[in-house]
């Protein structure tokens, strides 16, 4: 059981997903893809394999995305996606 709140990020490792939380994170059988069709609106796909919830962004550049000291990168793909946001 997950909640969304103590969600940080989300991490694909191919036909897995590393779900990053607050205290803690747990690896699980599961598509990125798949997964994020399950998350609300908080969560936004930065790159094709990372997944940030929005209210946990401390800081972003044009390249990355800062959770704290974590820095997660910004793929090309997606930057006009965030730019929306």
Do not use: C, M, W
């Amino acid at each position: 059981k997950l909640i969304f709140d103590e969600i940080l990020y989300i991490e694909s490792l191919k036909d897995y997903i590393k779900i990053h939380l607050t205290n803690e994170s747990q690896t699980i059988k599961f598509s990125i893809s798949a997964f994020e069709k399950e998350l609300d609106q908080r969560f936004v796909r930065i790159h094709r394999s990372y997944i940030v919830n929005q209210n946990k962004i401390t800081a972003f550049t044009k390249n990355d995305v800062e959770i704290g000291d974590i820095e997660i990168p910004i793929g090309d793909n997606y930057k006009e996606n965030l730019n929306k946001l």
